[in-house]
């Protein structure tokens, strides 16, 4: 059994510069105003279209990003419904094979310490889970069949691609207070690069 921590992966090569130079094309179709564009016009232009609420014209770009994290999360990331996925699937995946060195693997929950008793009480049946998994595959089950005792906890990718607003509309969700720890895990420093490689987007969303 292993036990890993979540992560995430930026697929793409970001050009924050270019991203609101395109975005600023894109948008002054709508007013006609093509003759306004600059070197220096692009930012101020896209601060204008999210401080007016015109973020339709945010939707010309987009983003993928690799998510390693428990099938939980990866519960609540589908619900946006403006994005494509490609997961990891427990029904072709067999857990038993060499590929995957014959064992399960879990995400460490982030609200518990090692020595915490819900930690070892969660462990130990993470063990059990990989246990009775591995023995049901030996004894015939598919892995369509055997994944039915599998938990939260279990280890998946996911590729989540969506375009700037819906990147928008999800941080401003999953980086929440409200929102789930193992979830904001993942979203608080996935945001934090997207402010730090794309400029202006994203600046107005705040992680308390």
């Known amino acids: ?10 697929m793409d090569e970001i050009n924050g510069a270019e991203i609101l130079r395109k975005i600023e094309l894109c948008g002054r179709v709508c007013y006609k105003s093509e003759n306004a564009i600059t070197e220096e016009s692009a930012q101020k232009f896209v601060q204008n279209i999210i401080k ?5 014209v945010l939707e010309h770009e987009k983003i993928t990003v690799r998510i390693i994290c428990d099938r939980g999360v990866t519960h609540e990331i589908v619900r946006h419904r403006i994005a494509s996925y490609s997961q990891e699937s427990t029904r ?6 060499e590929k995957f060195d014959g064992e399960l693997s879990f995400i460490k929950p982030c ?10 009480t969660w462990k130990n049946i993470m063990q059990e889970c990989e246990k009775s998994y591995l023995k049901m595959i030996a004894e015939g089950a598919t892995a369509q069949e055997a ?5 939260n906890s279990l ?19 999953r980086t929440a207070n409200r929102a789930h720890p193992q979830m904001r895990e993942i979203s608080i420093p996935l945001l934090k690069q997207f402010q730090n490689q794309i400029p202006v987007i994203f600046d107005d969303i705040a992680v308390d």
Request: charged share 25%; net charge positive.
């Open 1 to 10: 059994m292993k036990i890993i921590s979540p992560s995430f992966q930026i």
């Open 52 to 56: 007016s609420g015109h973020e339709s």
């Open 92 to 97: 072709y995946c067999n857990y038993s094979k």
């Open 111 to 120: 609200f518990w310490r090692e020595d915490d008793i819900n930690f070892v």
């Open 147 to 151: 994944r039915s005792i599998l938990p």
């Open 155 to 173: 280890k998946t990718e996911i590729i989540v691609t969506m375009n700037l607003r819906e990147w928008r509309h999800f941080f401003k969700l």
